[in-house]
T-cell receptor, first 114, second 111 residues
Framework: DAGVTQSPTHLIKTRGQQVTLRCSPK?????VSWYQQALGQGPQFIFQYYEEEERQRGNFPDRFSGHQFPNYSSELNVNALLLGDSALYLC?????????????FGNGTRLTVT | RKEVEQDPGPFNVPEGATVAFNCTYS??????FFWYRQDCRKEPKLLMSVYSSGNEDGRFTAQLNRASQYISLLIRDSKLSDSATYLC????????????FGQGTELSVKP
């Protein structure tokens, strides 16, 4: 039973560039959320997708956008990268979008912006 | 004020010690509460949910005080393998599956 898988594991980008991160949810899960975790901080909620729609959004600028596909996998896109976007980006999946079931996290994508 | 605040760390304890972590939350509409564990450079993993009546899982005990908006985690008989960062997590009613994480408290258990 595959858990949540994310790609790539590491990424180095330059300021101003764009990046796309990918996530496949745990088998049987239909809801995907994305979190940003800066060094020494807890994860911060970016957004959540269910039925290919953004259901909830955290306090992140429009440079952060996402998508969910019919097979429940998801992408996180970040445009016009800033140095402050350097962080661990975590994808999590769950059985429901209303917070009634626990999240299962992937290993994350470590993004470095130089 | 942060929505979820935890004890500053790190906590350095000897094996066998009992250690307690505290967490406060600011939103009275908080409805679900969790403790997650995160090992260095790894993803967070659910340690336990926290129920109103308090709950125990082996050496781990979680307590919730809704009136004080306070959550705690007690670890008895600490093991070296308990060394990790412990994250207090809250879900707010009406905000779907959005989880709000505290900044985490680092625990280091020494031989």
């Amino acid at each position: 039973d595959a858990g949540v898988t994310q790609s790539p594991t590491h990424l180095i980008k330059t300021r101003g560039q764009q990046v796309t991160l990918r996530c496949s949810p745990k088998s049987g899960h239909d809801t995907v959320s994305w979190y940003q975790q800066a060094l020494g901080q807890g994860p911060q909620f970016i957004f959540q997708y269910y039925e290919e729609e953004e259901r909830q959004r955290g306090n992140f600028p429009d440079r952060f956008s996402g998508h969910q596909f019919p097979n429940y996998s998801s992408e996180l896109n970040v445009n016009a990268l800033l140095l402050g976007d350097s962080a661990l980006y975590l994808c999590a999946s769950s059985l429901d979008w209303q917070g009634n079931s626990p999240l299962h996290f992937g290993n994350g994508t470590r993004l470095t912006v130089t | 004020r942060k929505e979820v605040e935890q004890d500053p760390g790190p906590f350095n304890v000897p094996e066998g010690a009992t250690v307690a972590f505290n967490c406060t939350y600011s939103n009275s509409a908080s409805q679900s509460f969790f403790w997650y564990r995160q090992d260095c450079r790894k993803e967070p993993k659910l340690l336990m949910s926290v129920y109103s009546s308090g709950n125990e899982d082996g050496r781990f005990t979680a307590q919730l005080n809704r009136a004080s908006q306070y959550i705690s985690l007690l670890i008895r008989d600490s093991k070296l393998s308990d060394s990790a960062t412990y994250l207090c997590v809250v879900n707010i009613r009406g905000q779907g599956g959005k989880l709000i994480f505290g900044q985490g408290t680092e625990l280091s258990v020494k031989p």
